[in-house]
């Protein structure tokens, strides 16, 4: 079974296999052989994950380092030492995320294939998606920093991308796609310089990036046995194989030795830190880098205008699979962040603190996705909390029931845009004076009464509400559970405050999901149709709500692979947390959630009561004659409400303080320096017109006649090639035995080369 | 030795599963003397019987569940009973299994019903497991030998047509002149040897790779002469030629199981010739041995024209010769990688997985071919698969996983065989035949997906009929294409003991 | 160059064997070719009976001129309207005869150098065993015995006594009329 980890380059080869197809022949396959080369190459992936992981279990959760064949000797600087192999890690972690990944994936993109249906740049769409598969599947397969690092930067290029898809589109929404396209890049920016940073250092630390290298096993001490047990187990598990291993260790290894020791020095040149300091340093720095792709405070902005994106990529890269990344990272730098518990709190507190903000402000969204965006914000902020107090499996968990239902829920919104665009359109068909420019298909205001005119987005909208809002049995209410009770354990039992700033802070957001997810369904499919478009909807293709139902049942179900321990007859019937044990094999600090029966119904009732807050806040009457939110109307409720849906200003204090002024300073070094020395003389004088004549000269001959005919050409020179062949067959004995003779003669010439270099005296 | 032999110095015990199928051969030809004309069923459901026993048998030593006889040698090292001759009955039994099933209903329709077709079957069947079982190479000729002879007559078996008389004169005037060759071979190798058994052949080239004899010249030519007999019979490129024609005239039932039968026989000999007994063939210091270079670029030549020419092909049974051919340069693959001493078993494993996998998916998709076919041995057109997945879905859903399987999709068993095989290339240090491997692979799709897209995405008139020993064979060819794709473990698990490894 | 009786003999028996296969080739009537085969293989009968090795020459002679040549001159005489050759070269002699010169150098470059191992290595060599007590008196005997020995040859002679079973069965079924048509066509 070993071999079949040797299958884990081919997980990002089939995609980029895929976008290879899509790029060059994209236009010639048609919008259907697009979708099958791009849903194609998606499923395979996913199947060769699920081998993968089939092939963890029987190997008992076995981490495999696999070369990639050709890269084996990616960065090799031999003066100085350094070697930083293409290697795929394949361990319960990388496995878990490639499931998430490419299954979600798999069902996004055959979602696309009918929510893209008739775009004009069909084919562009999935060269974008397959190539985003690419690079995610770095990010989590990669056995180094630099690996994550470049998927890392490769999800976000994708993301960019995606999120101008629609750049070109008329009345003026072209530009905001395109503004907060670069708005994403330049917030990912900052976070990603903290990466960069935090890279760097790990390097100059640990002479490698390895997480581990080949043959070698984590050092493991359970804290999941005993919350109190040494640190540091006298014998290391393991250690055969770590001996075993010839040059240093990798990283994780490396600083648990170095932690056990004591006393270990950092030299940066001038100076020399400790050992945890140093770890403290790094994992800040990561932690930047996690704001800006999880989309955490202080960095977050950028998510909620990302959803400009067409919808799938809204699901798949901004709820359920790239900003994830982020907590993947600290999932797999768990040994650092549990070294470092002062980065641990400060993670900790910027993740409730996310959790709850973000879930304040989507209470006063109108945008259905952008209530859904800040949704996905806050349930990151549930995640980063999660590892920020030491609940790696919880987070991990979270991550995957997440992605399940927090894709559905997009995917869901998808289908309730194209209904309300489908009857939008229809209205202003029928009544040809009928005008209203104000109309949006994504307003809520617009909407109510879709449940009975699509009754399949309703049911599968609401599995996935209910999931998110943390309703027993769904998903959501494990997974969100366990971090709860993993915060006030923390709490109690380590006697830290991150475990009660987190707890508290993290409990009020949950009523919060509650309240805006039961808010969101009240105006979206309950009560009356408010606009003629949402009373002609109509229920999308069988395309779209196929996947829908997919996902649908698997926010019902995927909650079950880790039941607590304790937890009655489930426990028993399902075996206790199994998604943790399967983690533990890789993440050495997971550990398993007890079952706290008190807690459960505690959140489970907070959840019921806050969504029966809501039903009779946006009740049936109220939504009849909905104009303004009945919170903004309230006196009691008018200045929160108003602070919410405002966004709590925080893109306005960006702008006021940081932005204006680094454009003022901007402009000046434009004026000056780039327009009048840059622009009018070197760019003009120097480069642009001899570049132009190349140019024109490399279009016409080169990109139309050759890039062009190639792909065809390609097609016929086969077939000239192999008729040519047959031509040869032509039926006669003795041609053939004459073939069989020089067949012979040219086995023999093979076969004798030796002897004929020697005659030749070569 | 005492002068008179006495039956436990054989080890028969040891040749059980053969011992049992040669005799019941003989013993079904009479049998079948007594059975009427109108009632051959019962030969035909008499010869599954034995094949059934013999598979059983042939499966219980490789699953370890018991092991017979006294050691690994029988016939004084003439017949080697280990994993890897365990593996090849398997596959040939199951081969044979599923040739009985196909060709019942095809030899009524055809109104050639007649019980010697089960017998040549059996024979033949005898043969390919000799060949696996060869300790020598005298056995291997003979085996080859009644390997050939009974298909040359069952490929003419549908006698009064002239495309099946044809194919038959064809495939034995070809065959006889590369059996010719293959003599040949054997007489050289003995001449720089002085032996003919691969234990002594092994010692042998040992010595005179020590001493840098000049007999290795001999010896080399010898190899490659062997090399042109077996390359004819396992369809190599350049001795392919006539494969397309005799697989076009030969009945279709007597293809589906020579297109594997002898492609089994054929590298279970190769690989007892060259990766056991020649393995230590390294000249000039080297570490793989000298015939390595000779076989891979076979293998390249045979991927890459077959996959070229079965593009351009119209006719089903054509486009399936011209495919086995390019699978007969996978598997060289094998054989080549076989030439890495310390890759030697792993490559011979190889082999074994992939014959596996293919027997399944080459059975399962003549049979397919059978099922379109009318009586009169027409409608082979690819256009006569137009519109099958309304026709007959089943059919047509066994015929795109026979199809996913030749091209070696993923979830198949054509691509566990691809997979071990390439990952034996790149261990034996042969990346640029792994390369040209895939990259034939990729546009070897073309053509079996475009038999997909006919059956799916194109309306026509498809008349399959699928009786029932028809039905039988392809849903078991379909259930093992998939469940060896799936558990590839089946599959490594059978293979894991087989090791062919001489000395020390 | 010195020459014994028996390379005199050997010289000879090459003569008739590469002469009968030269007139072999050059015959223009195909029914000459026949006899100039059957020649040919005396030659090389001749050769064994040099060689020490009466049985083979006896089975050569039994076997090759007493059945395989007639059988060939049988079929040649029922097909008599391809016994005249037009010409004595085809379209393909150059070739063939090129491959034919490529073989021949072939052979004897890698069998010359392991002459001098084998104790061969001038033209006045013996060609008789050098020892006469090395020759086994009865070899048929030791063939015969070598056939049926579980440690020597019994399992090939086995398998091609299966062989020629299933050969004749083929044999058989190639030449029988097909009952099944004609049954079919009494029925009718």
């Not at chain 1, 989309?295 to 900003?323: E, K």
């Not at chain 1, 996947?547 to 079950?560: E, K, T, W």
Request: glycine share 8%; charged share 15%.
């Amino acid at each position: 079974m070993d071999n079949f980890f040797d299958l884990v380059p081919l997980v990002v080869m089939i995609p980029l296999v895929g976008l290879l197809i899509n790029l060059f022949a994209g236009r010639q396959l048609g919008e259907r052989g697009v979708s099958i080369v791009a849903v194609g190459a998606s499923g395979m992936s996913f199947v060769i994950a699920v081998l993968l992981w089939i092939a963890q279990v029987n190997t008992g959760y076995e981490a495999a380092v696999i070369d990639m064949p050709i890269l084996s000797d990616w960065i090799v600087i031999p003066s100085a030492n350094v070697t930083i192999p293409w290697a795929f890690r394949v361990d319960t972690l990388s496995v878990t995320m490639m499931l998430v990944v490419t299954g979600v994936g798999t069902l996004i993109h055959i979602y696309a294939v009918g929510y893209m249906h008739g775009d004009e740049r069909f084919p562009r769409f999935f060269v974008y998606m397959n190539l985003f598969l690419v690079f995610m599947l770095i990010l989590v397969t990669g056995n180094n920093f630099l690996m994550m690092f470049v998927g890392w930067e490769g999800v976000g290029l994708c993301s960019y991308l995606l999120i101008g898809f629609w750049f070109d589109k008329p009345g003026g929404v072209g530009w905001k796609n395109s503004d907060a396209a670069r708005k994403a890049l330049i917030v990912n920016r900052v976070g990603d310089f903290g990466l960069v940073l935090g890279v760097l250092i790990t390097f100059w630390t640990f002479g490698t990036l390895d997480y581990y290298r080949e043959g070698e096993a984590p050092i493991a001490h359970h804290a999941a046995t005993d919350a109190e047990a040494p640190l540091f187990a006298p014998t290391l598990p393991g250690e055969e194989e770590t001996h075993a291993v010839s040059g240093p260790l990798g990283v994780f290894n490396q600083a648990e030795l170095w932690l056990e020791e004591g006393g270990h020095q950092v030299n940066f040149g001038m100076v020399s830190l400790s050992f945890e300091t140093t770890l403290t340093v790094i994992t800040l720095l990561f932690l930047l880098g996690v704001t800006g792709k999880s989309a955490q405070i202080p960095l977050f902005v950028w998510l909620p205008d990302a959803m400009a994106g067409p919808t799938p990529v809204s699901a798949l890269i901004h709820a359920a699979t790239m900003v994830t990344a982020g907590v993947y990272m600290m999932v797999r730098a768990n040994v650092f962040y549990h070294a470092a518990e002062f980065s641990s709190f400060v993670v900790a507190v910027i993740g409730a603190t996310t959790a709850l903000v973000a879930g304040f402000i989507a209470v006063g969204q109108w945008d259905i996705k952008r209530v859904l965006a800040y949704s996905t914000v806050s349930q990151l902020g549930f995640m980063v909390a999660a590892v920020g107090v030491g609940a790696y499996a919880a987070a991990m968990f979270h991550l995957v029931t997440h992605a399940c239902f927090k894709a559905l829920l997009f995917l869901a919104s998808g289908s309730v845009i194209h209904g309300m665009e489908h009857g939008h359109h229809h209205v202003s068909h029928g009544h040809s004076g009928h005008h209203d420019d104000d109309f949006d298909p994504q307003d809520m205001r617009f909407m109510g009464g879709l449940k009975e005119r699509m009754p399949v987005t309703y049911w599968t909208y609401l599995f996935g509400t209910l999931a998110l809002a943390g309703i027993i049995p769904f998903a959501g209410f494990w997974s969100k559970d366990e971090i709860l009770l993993d915060s006030l354990k923390t709490g109690v039992d380590k006697g830290l405050l991150s475990g009660y700033v987190g707890f508290v802070l993290l409990v009020v957001a949950a009523a919060f999901t509650a309240f805006y997810m039961w808010r969101q369904v009240s105006l979206v499919f309950l009560g009356k149709p408010r606009h003629a478009a949402a009373a002609h909807a109509e229920e999308s293709s069988r395309l779209m709500t196929w996947p829908l139902i997919v996902l649908a049942v698997l926010s019902l179900l995927i909650g079950f692979i880790n039941v607590p321990s304790g937890f009655p007859i489930l426990g028993w019937l399902l075996g206790e947390h199994q998604f943790t044990s399967f983690l533990e094999h890789s993440v050495t600090y997971a550990h398993a959630g007890t079952f706290s029966f008190l807690l459960a119904t505690f959140a489970v009732l907070l959840a019921l009561g806050a969504i029966y807050l809501a039903r009779s806040v946006y009740s049936d009457r109220v939504l009849a004659t909905l104009r303004e939110d009945p919170l903004a109307i309230n006196p009691r409720t008018q200045r929160a409400f108003a602070l919410s849906s405002a966004k709590l200003y925080w893109d306005e204090f960006y702008f006021k303080y940081l932005i204006y002024p680094y454009r003022n300073a901007a402009y000046w070094l434009a004026e000056q320096l780039d327009w009048r020395f840059w622009h009018d003389y070197v760019h003009e004088r120097l480069l642009r017109d001899p570049f132009n004549a190349a140019t024109r000269a490399l279009s016409g001959r080169v990109d139309k006649q050759v890039i062009d005919h190639s792909f065809d050409g390609l097609g016929h020179a086969t077939r000239r090639i192999a008729s040519r062949l047959r031509r040869i067959q032509t039926g006669y004995v003795h041609i053939y035995t004459m073939s069989v003779l020089f067949g012979a003669l040219l086995v023999m010439i093979l076969i004798l080369l030796p002897l004929i270099r020697d005659w030749l005296g070569l | 030795m005492s002068g008179v032999p006495s039956l436990s110095d054989l080890n028969l015990a040891a040749t059980l599963p053969v011992s049992f199928l040669a005799l019941y051969a003989c013993l079904l030809m009479i049998v079948d003397l007594f059975v009427p004309r109108t009632r051959k069923h019962i030969t035909a459901g008499l010869t599954m019987l034995g094949l059934g026993i013999a598979l059983v048998l042939a499966l219980l030593p490789l699953a370890g569940a018991a092991r017979f006889g006294d050691g690994e040698r029988a016939f004084g090292g003439m017949y080697i009973a280990d994993s890897f001759s365990d593996g090849v009955n398997v596959i040939v039994l199951i081969t044979a299994l599923l040739g009985v099933m196909v060709a019942y209903n095809y030899l009524d329709r055809i109104q050639r019903q007649r019980g010697e077709y089960y017998s040549l079957l059996l024979f033949t069947t005898l043969g390919v497991m000799m060949m696996g079982a060869a300790g020598d190479l005298v056995v291997v000729f003979v085996a080859l030998e009644l390997l050939s002879i009974p298909l040359y007559i069952l490929s003419g078996f549908r006698r009064p047509q002239e495309a099946s008389e044809e194919s038959a004169l064809k495939y034995f005037i070809l065959g006889a002149f590369a059996s010719g060759f293959l003599v040949y071979g054997i007489a050289l190798i003995y001449g720089a040897t002085g032996v003919t058994d691969f234990e002594g052949i092994w010692a042998a080239v040992e010595e005179i790779v020590a001493e840098d004899a000049s007999s290795k010249y001999l010896l080399l030519v010898g190899a490659g002469l062997l090399l042109v007999g077996l390359g004819f019979k396992v369809a190599a490129v350049p001795f392919h030629m006539w494969t397309p024609d005799v697989y076009q005239g030969a009945p279709t039932s007597v293809v589906a199981y020579m297109s594997v039968a002898a492609k089994v026989g054929g590298f279970a000999a190769l690989v007892r010739v060259l990766g056991s007994g020649m393995v230590n063939f390294a000249l000039d210091g080297g570490l793989v041995a000298a015939w390595q270079d000779t076989v891979w670029l076979i293998a390249a030549l045979t991927m890459i024209l077959g996959n070229f020419v079965a593009i351009v092909q119209s006719d089903l049974k054509r486009l399936l010769a011209y495919s086995s051919i390019a699978h007969a340069g996978y598997m060289l693959i094998g054989v080549a990688a076989a030439g890495s001493a310390p890759v030697a078993d792993e490559a011979a494993r190889a082999v074994i997985m992939y014959l596996m996998a293919y027997a399944f998916t080459n059975v399962g998709a003549f049979a397919v071919v059978i099922a379109v076919e009318r009586d009169d041995a027409s409608n082979t057109g690819l256009e006569s698969m137009r519109g099958l997945a309304v026709k007959q879905p089943l059919l047509a859903a066994s015929m795109a996983i026979f199809m996913f399987s030749l091209t070696g999709i993923p979830l198949t068993a054509g691509f566990i065989g691809k997979w071990f095989v390439f990952k034996a290339a790149i261990a034996a240090d042969l990346i640029p035949v792994a390369v040209v491997g895939v990259l034939t692979s990729l546009i070897s799709a073309f053509y079996y997906l475009r038999i997909v897209w006919y059956m799916y995405f194109e309306s026509g008139e498809s008349e399959a009929h699928v009786p029932v020993p028809l039905a039988w064979a392809i849903s078991i060819a379909a259930v093992g294409t998939l469940l060896l794709g799936i558990f590839p473990y089946l599959l490594s698990d059978m293979t894991h003991k087989i090791t062919l490894a001489f000395g020390p | 160059m010195e020459l014994t009786a028996e390379s005199i003999v050997f010289l000879i028996m090459s003569a008739i064997t590469l002469g009968g296969g030269l007139l072999v080739v050059s015959a223009r009537n195909l029914f000459h070719a026949g006899l100039y085969l059957m020649v040919s293989l005396l030659g090389v009968a001749g050769l064994f009976v040099l060689l020490s090795a009466p049985f083979l020459a006896g089975v050569q002679v039994v076997v090759y001129i007493g059945a395989i040549a007639i059988l060939i001159i049988l079929a040649i005489m029922l097909t008599p309207s391809v016994t005249q050759l037009p010409a004595i070269f085809n379209r393909q002699w150059a070739f063939n005869l090129a491959l034919a010169a490529f073989f021949f150098v072939l052979l004897v470059s890698v069998v010359s150098p392991i002459m001098g191992e084998l104790g061969v290595d001038a033209w006045n060599a013996d060609f008789t065993q050098k020892n006469p007590a090395d020759v086994p008196a009865d070899s048929i005997v030791n063939l015969g015995k070598d056939l049926v020995d579980p440690d020597k040859y019994m399992l090939p002679f086995e398998v091609a006594s299966v062989l020629l079973m299933a050969a004749l069965i083929g044999a058989v079924l190639l030449v029988s009329p097909d009952k099944a048509k004609a049954d079919e066509g009494g029925e009718d």
